[in-house]
């Protein structure tokens, strides 16, 4: 039986279930072209502000290496390193929608068969704010975007109503998710920031908000390490430095686990698995725990600016996979993991001794209370 990658998500056909995410790899239209060109089967626009945005006077992103025979961990480009993450500050696309329209609209017309998905963002804290979602929105699936993706998710905003700082507040990530769809005639994938104590209550926001997907993750809060001989941080603008995201390898567990509460919480919902993607066997863990695409960035940017080799390894692994395991379709495995993560008292002791999620132990709560918590037969 011929192996079929193809996909359907959230309404759509993907010729393959892999995408570039938001970023350098999709901020023009030559990038993106080309991305299609090398069979992507589909990618996600850098994200699309009604405003012109002015990035640090410095470089935007960076690559964290760690060296084999040692502990060493520096952005210093030296022979023998591993690729430890990728971490960056860089502002949404220094293009305006206006610079954007055109373009989507000549992308999809060359490639009508590959998804189009628009990134956009706008700020929450006013009715003209949400407005500005509206008119991003609508202008883009004019264009002939085949979905929206909303970026509630970047990590270096000021501002307290854009960003993460939506993707951290339920009711914002709700409001805003509403105010899109009042007029979306595409299906709406809502970006969430890892940067949360629990992604699921910002999920639940996102589909009462009526999200017909959540993308998971953007890069996590962090900054870059302070170099030991010379005291300053390895990225910096005048000796100063500010939160940035931090992808690539570093984030895959991270990401992954993330995924396991959203597609535990939401069986039935779709989302699109991101962080620390570059070969097949690290897309499959998102398809195990349930997601119906993946996307990557990092690794891309590292390939030829777009991955046209990554996308190759995918592709083979996936198909190699699938031949391996007597599947047809990606339908056949997607989720087949994701019941396997559960609460840490679920897990076998030695010499069948029960945990109680140390109820008992701390005397805060009976057996049966314990049990009735973790599903377990008090005894
Ligand atoms: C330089 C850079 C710029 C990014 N810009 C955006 C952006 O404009 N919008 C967005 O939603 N995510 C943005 N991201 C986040 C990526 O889309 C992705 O979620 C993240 O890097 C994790 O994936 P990875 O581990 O494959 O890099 C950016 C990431 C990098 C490294």
């Known amino acids: 039986m011929a192996t079929n990658l193809a996909v359907s998500f959230t309404g759509l056909r993907f010729e393959n279930p892999f995408l570039l995410a938001s970023a350098p790899p999709t901020e023009s239209e030559s990038n993106i072209t080309r991305a299609f060109d090398a069979g992507w089967g589909g990618v996600v626009t850098k994200t699309i502000g009604l405003h012109p945005v002015a990035n640090v006077a410095g470089p935007k992103t960076k690559f964290l290496r760690a060296t084999p025979e040692s502990t060493q961990l520096s952005m210093k480009k030296r022979p023998g390193t591993a690729l430890h993450s990728s971490w960056n500050w860089e502002l949404i696309s220094d293009k305006t929608l206006d610079w954007w329209v055109p373009r989507l609209g000549r992308i999809k017309k060359a490639y009508p068969s590959q998804v189009l998905v628009a990134s956009i963002m706008a700020g929450s804290g006013s009715d003209s704010e949400l407005k500005a979602w509206q008119t991003l929105a609508k202008a883009c699936q004019d264009e002939g975007a085949d979905a929206l993706e909303l970026n509630l998710s970047c990590p270096h905003m000021d501002r307290p ?17 509403q105010a899109v769809k009042e007029v979306a005639r595409v299906p709406v994938w809502v970006k969430l920031t890892p940067s949360t104590t629990d992604i699921v209550v910002e999920a ?12 998971s993750t953007n890069t996590f809060p962090s900054l870059p390490l302070i170099d030991p001989e010379t005291l300053e941080f390895e990225m910096n603008v005048d000796g100063l430095v500010s939160s940035g995201g931090l992808g690539g390898p570093a984030i895959l567990p991270q990401s992954i686990a993330k995924m396991a509460q959203l597609t535990h919480a939401f069986p039935d919902h779709a989302f699109s698995g991101i962080g620390g993607v570059a070969e097949f066997g690290h897309a499959l863990n998102y398809f195990l725990l349930g997601c119906g695409t ?6 891309a940017m590292l390939d030829h600016a777009i991955g046209p080799n990554v996308l190759k390894q995918l592709l083979a692994g996936m198909a190699a996979c699938m031949e391996r395991n007597g599947w047809s379709s990606l339908d056949d495995f997607r989720g087949l993991r994701r019941d ?8 076998r002791r030695p010499d069948g001794e029960i945990y109680r999620g140390g109820y008992d132990a701390e005397g805060y709560a009976a057996a049966e209370a314990a049990a009735a918590i973790t599903g377990e037969t008090a005894r």
């Open 161 to 177: 109503d854009m960003g993460s700082n939506i993707g951290k507040d339920p009711e914002l990530v709700s409001v805003v998710t």
């Open 294 to 299: 993946v996307q990557v960035c990092t690794a």
């Open 340 to 347: 396997r993560v559960v609460v840490h008292s679920k897990i």
């Open 204 to 215: 639940r926001g996102a589909f009462l908000g009526g999200a017909d997907a959540i993308s």
